[in-house]
């Protein structure tokens, strides 16, 4: 006995879903950025230089291999389509680096105001010791005190206070 196929799950039509051919919008970016990188290089510019000095030399020099005559306008229409994917890509790439920044400016912000709320706190946590200190006796402060009442004692004609445990 054959046992039946299982069923090939139906797509719902009120559940969005991946089309086969969509793009992932931030592939696409990364490599856009990736490019735009490439292309703001020296490296970019050398080999760039490189390949339309070659392209005049043999236009120019070699007879039997002249796919691109004088005035270059193969060479023109190569640059115009550079240009024209160039300058969206770098669009693309400046506008995700903003992003960035507006994240980083966003996160930056949230770091300082809690900076500045834990400087408050423990300004007026240091606030509130110094009360607390300058209200309180310090041995220093005692032992004065100690002193000016023995003097008081000594100058009535009592007995000096002994300043030792047990005389």
Partial sequence: MRTPMPEAP??????????????????????????????????????????????????????????DPYPFILLNLAFSTQAAYAAPLILLAQNRQDDRDRVALDEDRTRAERTKADTEYLARELAALRLAVGEMATRDYLRGELERLGDRLVGDGERPVSRRAGG
């Avoid at 490019?35 to 080999?47: Q, Y």
Wanted: avoid cysteine; hydrophobic fraction near 50%; aromatic fraction near 10%.
């Fill in 10 to 67: 139906r797509r719902r039509l009120d559940r969005p879903g991946r089309r086969p051919f969509e793009l992932d919008p931030d592939g696409f970016a990364k490599l856009s950025e990736r490019v735009a990188r490439f292309l703001g290089t020296g490296r970019f510019l050398a080999i760039q230089t490189v390949v339309v000095i070659i392209w005049i030399a043999l236009n120019l020099t070699a007879v039997s291999l002249r796919w």
